[in-house]
């Protein structure tokens, strides 16, 4: 859907200054719908004498949108008399109350607003259509009055969508309440509050429930949680200004200690989660620091090397648990992981007489932790052996590792410039030796943990270069 300043730009007759100023009121357009309980048009003039060319259209959170005219889509120009009610706003600048035929038959109540620019000049008509109890006539103007407070980036919040939870009050610059819905008497019944609410001075209670109070002392508007008793409510208090005095005040309250109480669950789930983790990571770091002594006691060449490559793969599966005692989600970023795999294995395993280079390309990329430890030990393996074997003899090297996303697919790079496939292990073949155990859990876990495909191949000009695939869509 095109956006409000574009249709202006391209069909109307409004000036720059004038489609800026009409910008800054289109993220307000959803709030003031759902808070008016009615359809919202904004016309705007449009480049021929006696047309007007519709630029917004929002629906409330109550009306499904296949209720929405068909011929109501934002763009459409419409001739003067098809829209007698704007035109006249448009020209009079005056509010005008009338009807429209929304549907064959079918006539609704509107109210058409004047909107005004910087010199008073009416550059939009703001309609509001359906019908509404008694009652609720004044939120419609409330909701125009909000559509004239400038947005910040601070204050974006407070125009959130309204929702069936949510209770509005009305106030007065004197602290009289002057509307009050169902929701909202429920929740201030229930704090206190005793008797009818409109017509109630604010000022009479000691309590400041609706927050009203701080928002005519301050003119500021404000989002904060409140508690009473073992009740959690959340209040959005909006003050509306005009000549930089409090005209009303809307306070949106949410009834949210159910929500309130289930957050507080899943923090206390979330942190043993966290826990849990780090004790794991602490567990196979002891364990870890076992075979580190076990190889300082043995004389056996070959039985050092086995007990490194056990803890490598030990050191890769407490990488992801310490990142997960660090998250509040169980997604990992494989990225991170790759990093701090590269930088681990290059110090610990590189040898002294041989300088390698290392290079890390790729965008954040979130994995469940099933699926970031089983790559965590498949990285792990395929970066000892480039390593290792890769650089065999070579007084220096590069070992680069990319990660990239194509739409549902992850592609992984491993790539040396050492001596090649050709003076390597029979990386193709099935493994059966010991030497051969790594490639072998490699490829399981490719495999069948993450239903891709590992492919070797000669990189150019010399070295190896290891691809895997595996799809993202089926992890979730």
Same mark, same amino acid.
């Given at each position: 859907?095109?956006?409000?300043?574009?249709?202006?730009?391209?069909? $109307?007759?409004?000036?720059?200054?004038?489609?800026?100023?009409?910008?800054?009121?289109?993220?307000?357009?959803?709030?003031?719908?759902?808070?008016?309980?009615?359809? @919202?048009?904004?016309?705007?003039?449009?480049?021929?004498?006696?047309? @007007?060319?519709?630029?917004?259209?929002?629906?409330?959170?109550?009306?499904?949108?296949?209720?929405?005219?068909?011929?109501?889509?934002?763009?459409?120009?419409?001739?003067?008399?098809?829209?007698?009610?704007?035109?006249?706003?448009?020209?009079?600048?005056?509010?005008?109350?009338?009807?429209?035929?929304?549907?064959?038959?079918?006539?609704?109540?509107?109210?058409?607003?004047?909107?005004?620019?910087?010199?008073?000049?009416?550059?939009?008509?703001?309609?509001?259509?359906?019908?509404?109890?008694?009652?609720?006539?004044?939120?419609?103007?409330?909701?125009?009055?909000?559509? +004239?407070?400038?947005?910040?980036?601070?204050?974006?919040?407070?125009?959130?969508?309204?929702?069936?939870?949510?209770?509005?009050?009305?106030?007065?610059?004197?602290?009289?309440?002057?509307?009050?819905?169902?929701?909202?008497? $429920?929740?201030?019944?229930?704090?206190?509050?005793?008797?009818?609410?409109?017509?109630?001075?604010?000022?009479?209670?000691?309590?400041?429930?609706?927050?009203?109070? +701080?928002?005519?002392?301050?003119?500021?508007?404000?989002?904060?949680?409140?508690?009473?008793?073992?009740?959690?409510?959340?209040?959005?208090? /909006?003050?509306?200004?005009?000549?930089?005095?409090?005209?009303?005040?809307?306070?949106?309250?949410?009834?949210?200690?159910?929500?309130?109480?289930?957050?507080?669950?899943?923090?206390? %789930?979330?942190?043993?989660?966290?826990?849990?983790?780090?004790?794991? %990571?602490?567990?196979?770091?002891?364990?870890?620091?076992?075979?580190?002594?076990?190889?300082?006691?043995?004389?056996?060449?070959?039985? %050092?090397?086995?007990?490194?490559?056990?803890?490598?793969?030990?050191?890769?599966?407490?990488?992801?648990?310490?990142?997960?005692?660090?998250?509040?989600?169980?997604? /990992?970023?494989? $990225?991170?992981?790759?990093?701090?795999?590269?930088?681990?294995?290059?110090? $610990?395993?590189?040898?002294?007489?041989?300088?390698?280079?290392?290079?890390?390309?790729?965008?954040?990329?979130?994995?469940?932790?099933?699926?970031?430890?089983?790559?965590?030990?498949?990285?792990?393996?395929?970066?000892?052996?480039?390593?290792?074997?890769?650089?065999?003899?070579?007084?220096?090297?590069?070992?680069?590792?990319?990660?990239?996303?194509?739409?549902?697919?992850?592609?992984?790079? /491993?790539?040396?410039?050492?001596?090649?496939?050709?003076?390597?292990?029979?990386?193709?073949?099935?493994?059966?030796?010991?030497?051969? @155990?790594?490639?072998?859990?490699?490829?399981?876990?490719?495999?069948?943990? @993450?239903?891709?495909?590992?492919?070797?191949?000669?990189?150019?000009?010399?070295?190896?270069?290891?691809?895997?695939?595996?799809?993202?869509?089926?992890?979730?």
């Amino acid at each position: 859907m095109a956006s409000m300043e574009s249709i202006c730009r391209m069909q $109307s007759a409004l000036s720059d200054v004038q489609i800026h100023i009409l910008k800054n009121s289109e993220e307000l357009l959803q709030f003031a719908s759902d808070l008016s309980h009615r359809e @919202l048009l904004v016309f705007v003039p449009g480049r021929q004498e006696h047309t @007007l060319v519709l630029a917004a259209h929002r629906s409330p959170f109550l009306q499904q949108a296949e209720n929405k005219e068909q011929t109501m889509v934002p763009g459409n120009v419409f001739a003067g008399y098809e829209e007698p009610i704007a035109l006249e706003v448009l020209q009079n600048g005056q509010l005008v109350q009338g009807c429209k035929e929304v549907d064959y038959g079918r006539i609704e109540p509107l109210s058409a607003y004047p909107f005004v620019d910087n010199g008073g000049l009416t550059m939009a008509v703001i309609v509001f259509i359906g019908k509404v109890e008694t009652n609720r006539e004044i939120l419609t103007e409330t909701a125009f009055l909000s559509l +004239q407070v400038p947005i910040t980036k601070d204050s974006r919040a407070l125009y959130n969508r309204l929702s069936l939870q949510d209770g509005v009050v009305l106030i007065n610059c004197n602290g009289v309440i002057i509307y009050a819905d169902e929701m909202a008497e $429920s929740i201030l019944h229930m704090r206190g509050y005793a008797g009818a609410l409109t017509g109630f001075n604010i000022y009479n209670s000691q309590t400041n429930l609706t927050g009203a109070k +701080q928002a005519l002392a301050t003119r500021e508007g404000f989002i904060e949680n409140v508690t009473v008793g073992d009740v959690v409510f959340t209040r959005r208090v /909006i003050p509306l200004l005009q000549r930089g005095k409090v005209h009303r005040v809307i306070a949106i309250l949410t009834e949210r200690t159910e929500l309130y109480r289930k957050e507080e669950e899943l923090m206390i %789930k979330t942190s043993v989660i966290k826990e849990i983790h780090h004790r794991v %990571k602490n567990n196979l770091q002891t364990i870890a620091s076992l075979l580190r002594m076990q190889m300082r006691r043995t004389d056996s060449q070959e039985a %050092k090397n086995v007990l490194k490559e056990s803890l490598n793969r030990i050191l890769s599966i407490s990488l992801v648990h310490e990142i997960l005692s660090h998250h509040d989600e169980e997604n /990992i970023d494989i $990225s991170d992981v790759a990093k701090k795999l590269l930088e681990l294995l290059t110090h $610990s395993m590189v040898s002294a007489e041989c300088h390698v280079d290392v290079h890390f390309e790729g965008n954040p990329l979130l994995l469940p932790s099933d699926a970031a430890t089983s790559l965590a030990l498949v990285l792990n393996e395929l970066i000892t052996n480039a390593i290792i074997h890769g650089f065999e003899g070579l007084r220096e090297g590069v070992l680069a590792v990319r990660i990239q996303q194509y739409d549902q697919e992850c592609v992984i790079c /491993i790539r040396d410039n050492g001596i090649g496939m050709s003076h390597m292990p029979a990386v193709q073949q099935q493994p059966v030796k010991r030497s051969h @155990l790594g490639l072998a859990i490699v490829r399981t876990l490719i495999e069948k943990d @993450l239903k891709g495909t590992l492919q070797f191949q000669d990189a150019k000009p010399k070295g190896t270069e290891v691809i895997i695939q595996f799809p993202l869509i089926e992890r979730g």
